[in-house]
């Protein structure tokens, strides 16, 4: 293929392929605005003001570990309530399901890390944290990946 004069059709299939990727990013920033905009407002009215959800995964495996809550700097418990919850189905439909609370946030969670790091769970994997600032709305995502690193010396003796 001659990459320097492009033909009409690799131009389209470049472009269709870009807008199919802005397309998928706009509708994933659209769930997550959903998502936050269901959460928050359940953690606000139960005196959470912070949330923390940690995963880890390796060797194609990976899993979000637990939702642990706060009221100021105290562990708290989340309330056993419904929450709406929205994902990105893989035919890019955005769907909606009530789930519990805690349940909600771990699969916001799950979505988040792999919308933003896809295929964090293989080879050597990666690990990190979801933190929610509840009074901001502010969510951070700390994310740590896990490679393999070698220092090659060839000293002439």
Request: hydrophobic fraction near 40%; charged fraction near 25%.
């Amino acid at each position: 293929m001659n990459t320097e004069n492009p033909t009409a059709d690799h131009v389209a299939t470049e472009a269709r392929i870009k807008a199919e990727i802005a397309a998928h990013r706009a509708s994933v920033r659209d769930v997550e605005a959903r998502c936050k905009a269901a959460f928050l407002p359940l953690l606000i009215g139960h005196g959470i003001t912070r949330v923390e959800i940690h995963y880890d995964g390796s060797g194609d495996e990976g899993m979000v570990g637990d939702v642990v809550a706060f009221a100021d700097e105290q562990a708290a418990e989340l309330p056993a309530i419904l929450c709406d919850h929205y994902s990105v189905e893989f035919n890019g439909e955005i769907e909606s399901r009530p789930m519990q609370l805690e349940d909600a946030l771990s699969a916001f969670a799950e979505n988040a890390v792999c919308d933003h790091h896809y295929g964090w769970e293989n080879g050597e994997g990666a690990h990190g944290t979801i933190m929610i600032d509840v009074a901001t709305g502010a969510v951070t995502l700390t994310h740590n990946e896990r490679f393999i690193d070698y220092d090659t010396t060839e000293p002439e003796l």
